[in-house]
T-cell receptor, first 114, second 113 residues
Framework: AQSVTQLDSHVSVSEGTPVLLRCNYSSSYSPSLFWYVQHPNKGLQLLLKYTSAATLVKGINGFEAEFKKSETSFHLTKPSAHMSDAAEYFC????????????FGQGTELSVKP | DGGITQSPKYLFRKEGQNVTLSCEQNLNHDAMYWYRQDPGQGLRLIYYSQIVNDFQKGDIAEGYSVSREKKESFPLTVTSAQKNPTAFYLCASHRAGLNQPQHFGDGTRLSIL
């Protein structure tokens, strides 16, 4: 069975400091993985996706994530937080051989303090 | 610009009433999805459709119905059988192919009057 676990329900950082949002996955197959961001009362926006081409994936707005098979992790990072990064972040894995169905993590709420 | 349009943004339902949420996409995507999002929870799949005139139940289909008569449109009806309809509803779509990411609309917030 496949699953994703976001290890923190809430992360708080100061503006200008690094961001780390943690995601572990479980899969019997070589997975693809996505990170999405959701601002209040908005839909989800794709930040980045891993599809086995390169383990370090760069996304929009300065975010990046590294796929580590040995640790079954796909943590999201950003060197310097901006106030506009405050949002909910979801780690997501496509269900193997099920069309485009997705498994969502429970989400991590990122707060950014001035 | 291509995208997914959900309407209305806010919707209120009276007791015993059916309401329909609209989802239209001009991305030429084959597959479309409906999710429900409750505070503090992740997204839960209601219904999905991989092709016109065909759709499948997701994890929480009870009290909901859908149709897929056109490729661009996938309306969701919240029936009176859904006793707890207050939630944020999200529509998504993706193109054919392996591991394609889904694109999302901006959601409809449904509340009970």
């Amino acid at each position: 069975a496949q699953s994703v676990t976001q290890l923190d329900s809430h992360v708080s950082v100061s503006e200008g400091t690094p961001v780390l949002l943690r995601c572990n996955y479980s899969s019997s197959y070589s997975p693809s993985l996505f990170w999405y961001v959701q601002h209040p009362n908005k839909g989800l926006q794709l930040l980045l996706k891993y599809t086995s081409a390169a383990t370090l994936v760069k996304g929009i707005n300065g975010f990046e994530a590294e796929f580590k098979k040995s640790e079954t992790s796909f943590h999201l990072t950003k060197p310097s937080a901006h106030m506009s990064d405050a949002a909910e972040y979801f780690c997501v894995v496509p269900v193997y051989n099920q069309g485009g169905k997705l498994i969502f993590g429970q989400g991590t709420e990122l707060s950014v303090k001035p | 610009d291509g995208g997914i349009t959900q309407s209305p943004k806010y919707l209120f339902r009276k007791e015993g009433q059916n309401v329909t949420l609209s989802c239209e996409q001009n991305l030429n995507h084959d597959a479309m999805y409906w999710y429900r999002q409750d505070p503090g929870q992740g997204l839960r799949l209601i219904y999905y459709s991989q092709i016109v005139n065909d759709f499948q139940k997701g994890d929480i289909a009870e009290g909901y119905s859908v149709s897929r008569e056109k490729k661009e449109s996938f309306p969701l009806t919240v029936t009176s059988a859904q006793k707890n309809p207050t939630a944020f509803y999200l529509c998504a779509s993706h193109r054919a192919g392996l591991n394609q990411p889904q694109h999302f609309g901006d959601g409809t917030r449904l509340s009970i009057l």
